[in-house]
């Protein structure tokens, strides 16, 4: 190898490690609390799916589930919170702020329009020839009229990931804890893509219940691939064909 190269990999490897090395130690996945969909599926053909609104049980679940979060991040600790731009995310994290508020924590918060849940386009009056379709294709590949597939969502995981890097690489704030409020879609395929899980895995896990939170902790061991950063210390369900 010559001089040059082996430079310009020093160079790159010492670039990484400042970056892994600033990564949050924790990474915290949220999915909103019930909705109004989750009681009558068929309001998806009156409201656009970015305003429907968390029912009275989805505030409760929320507000419950800010109590666990902070058994899990202490108040001195520092968060950020990047939240989806459809309304549900918005109202969950409205729950999860005035309890963290009481309790004094400090922290940021970003509306993040790259969280938002799969557009499912014309899914709500999906026919069965479709749905076999879908099957048949599999639902990471397959995109329904007006949607999107599981891998233009993945698209926006990966966006969002450099987004996030290229703040921590050019000088932003740093912060020991993130916590997206996302929705469950999102929240699979952004482990997925987190953990390097194939395609086949994503297609067998369960749909995460409301207002639960998945937890990843940062490796200690650095990787200059930056495979396996992190570790999800949830047991992951699935379904069984």
Known sequence: MSLS?????????????????????????????????????????????????????????????????????????????????????????????????????????????????????MMANITKEKRQKRLFIGKFYYRADGGESGADVNRRVEEFKKKLFDEIEFGGKIYKNIILVTHACF?????????????ETYHRMAKPKNCCFWIF?????????FENIYSIKNKIEYYTY
């Open 5 to 121: 190269k082996i430079i310009i990999h020093k160079c790159f490897n010492i670039e990484r490690r400042y970056l892994f090395n600033h990564l949050p130690k924790k990474i915290l996945l949220i999915c909103n609390g019930e909705t109004e969909a989750n009681i009558n599926p068929n309001i998806y053909s009156t409201t656009p799916n970015n305003k429907i609104k968390l029912t009275k049980k989805g505030k409760e679940e929320a507000n419950e589930m800010s109590k666990k979060l902070q058994k899990i991040i202490k108040p001195k600790e520092s968060l950020k919170f990047y939240i989806s731009s459809y309304k549900r995310a918005i109202q969950t994290y409205n729950q999860i702020e005035y309890i963290f508020k009481q309790k004094n924590y400090i922290f940021d918060s970003q509306i993040e329009p790259l969280l938002k849940e799969q557009e499912f386009g």
């Open 217 to 225: 902790e940062k490796n200690k061991k650095f990787n200059p691939s």
């Open 187 to 199: 929240l699979r395929v952004f482990t997925m893509n987190l953990l390097n899980f194939p395609i």
